[in-house]
């Protein structure tokens, strides 16, 4: 079964959970992405002074391998360790990913997955045995005490953000929304199942949320950019 197109089973556009809110939120310029890792963090490679010096030359700057690349099926604990992971810059919901209690493809092994744009956030278990990501920026480790400078604006279709590091909690405004293509979620983990949502909900029109400072994520897809107000 090929990994692309597959619905996610955390947070389904056009579907309400009762008592959850999931929302992909993205970047604006104004909302930095955490130094750690987005309907995560989700991430691009960074950067280090690396290499050996040539004939006295100064360092040449050497990218920084990627924890996991954007491609392939990934053995828990052999290719890839648990933690928390971030990708950003995706595009179009071109990137697919899939957290797998074991390789037979078949639907009963997904433990959850997500189609994403922006940025998105994972947190790969060590119960988990496979991750496979498709169509992916590389995915970088979280820094669980990295800090950021939280942003009071959100791209409303730029993945997911992790609150207090990339948006500060408080309340946001979303309008021009149409056709309940605008989809928000709160979560308290990015591990992505259903116990994660804390509230969602699809918007037509003006869209209002309050993020808790107790919040770890919010995701928005689809929305018009969303504002801080108080």
């Known amino acids: 079964m090929g990994m692309k197109g597959k619905v996610a089973l955390g947070a389904v556009a056009g579907i309400v959970v009762i008592g959850a809110v999931s929302a992909n939120a993205g970047n604006n310029g104004s909302a930095g992405g955490s130094g750690s890792s987005d309907k995560g963090s989700s991430a691009a490679a960074e950067h280090k002074s690396g290499g050996k010096k040539d004939s006295g030359r100064p360092e040449a700057a050497t990218k920084k391998k990627a924890a996991i690349d954007g491609d392939g099926d990934f053995r828990v604990g052999s290719d890839v360790k648990p933690g928390t992971y971030r990708t950003s810059g995706n595009a179009d919901d071109m990137c697919y990913w899939e957290r797998a209690k074991d390789a037979s493809g078949e639907m009963d092994s997904l433990l959850a997955n997500d189609n994403v744009s922006g940025t998105s956030y994972v947190t790969i278990k060590a119960t988990d045995k496979l991750f496979?990501?498709?169509?992916?920026?590389d995915w970088e480790a979280v820094d669980p005490?990295?800090?950021?400078?939280?942003?009071?604006?959100?791209?409303?279709?730029?993945?997911?953000?992790?609150?207090?590091?990339?948006?500060?909690?408080?309340?946001?405004?979303?309008?021009g929304n149409a056709d309940d293509s605008c989809y928000w979620e709160r979560a308290k983990d990015a591990e992505h199942g259903l116990n994660s949502i804390i509230a969602n909900n699809n918007v037509t029109g003006t869209a209002v949320v309050t993020i808790?400072?107790?919040?770890?994520?919010?995701?928005?897809?689809?929305?018009?950019?969303?504002?801080k107000t108080a």
Do not use: L
């Not at 496979?132 to 920026?137: A, Q, Y």
């Not at 990295?146 to 979303?174: E, L």
């Open 132 to 137: 496979k990501s498709s169509g992916c920026k």
């Open 145 to 175: 005490k990295a800090k950021g400078s939280p942003a009071r604006a959100m791209n409303g279709d730029g993945g997911m953000f992790k609150v207090g590091t990339d948006i500060a909690p408080g309340t946001y405004r979303s309008t």
């Open 212 to 227: 808790s400072p107790s919040d770890a994520y919010f995701k928005t897809t689809g929305c018009g950019n969303w504002k």
